[in-house]
């Protein structure tokens, strides 16, 4: 009997060993070069969409994956080690799994926080009222200044620029979005850019900016003229 109970003592403390081992492989999920499935596709779609990345879309987290991820990070200001961690995930808009397969879930899963829901605050702000296209546009322009050498590199930091959008000097970007403008941050966030690569907008009716109103109108969404 007590030959057993020592027996089953031993093997309990063996199996806590072991679980212990293999937690933090969970808590610390990733994508790096050797992931596949569904998670990669989505990095790999956001990746494409946003102009780093150029291979196929396959789920499989190769060389051209990884050198797009570095890339990504470079212009981001993130450690360019080509592994999709928490940092650089939060950068992409997608939300790290809790697998052991170190796998991400798809953008845009949360829509109380993060980049997508402070999207939707600047475009509920600058854009509601307007056509669904135009709402997904305004998004757009701003993805498109992300990734723009003459702008800031994060969404934050592109709608928080000193004068950039009016929402922020007047307080609307703290306004709570519509479902209508957090699907439009999604629909940006995901590669719509009914602009064409614009850069700017404005509503003609209400913009007395010379500069502003002196650049070429690529094309007219609702109110909002929008400009490259």
């Known amino acids: 009997m007590r030959r057993s109970l020592r027996h089953f003592l031993v093997l309990l403390l063996a199996m806590t060993v072991i679980l212990s081992a293999l937690t933090p492989l969970s808590l610390a999920a990733s994508l790096r070069n050797g992931s596949r499935g ?15 990345y150029t291979g196929n879309v396959d789920g499989i987290f190769g060389s051209g994956t990884e050198q797009a991820v570095k890339y990504f990070q470079r212009k981001n200001g993130l450690t360019a080690d080509g592994i999709v961690g928490p940092a650089t995930a939060k950068a992409l808009g997608l939300t790290l799994s809790g697998g052991s397969s ?17 999207l939707a605050r600047c475009v509920y702000g600058e854009a509601r009222g307007e056509p669904y296209k135009g709402q997904v546009a305004v998004a757009a322009v701003i993805l498109n200044r992300v990734k723009s050498s003459s702008f800031p590199n994060t969404i934050a930091g592109v709608i928080y620029q000193s004068g950039a959008f009016s929402v922020v000097a007047d307080g609307q970007i703290n306004l709570k979005p519509d479902n209508t403008a957090i699907k439009a941050a999604r629909d940006a966030m995901n590669g719509w850019d009914p602009t064409g690569g614009c850069l700017y907008y404005y509503n003609p009716a209400k913009t007395s900016n010379k500069w502003m109103l002196s650049r070429p109108v690529a094309l007219r969404i609702g109110e909002h003229s929008f400009c490259k």
């Open 38 to 52: 569904d998670d990669v596709i989505a990095l790999q779609k956001k990746l494409k969409n946003w102009g780093y």
């Open 102 to 118: 170190g796998g991400s879930s798809s953008s845009g899963t949360s829509s109380s926080s993060g980049d997508v829901y402070l």
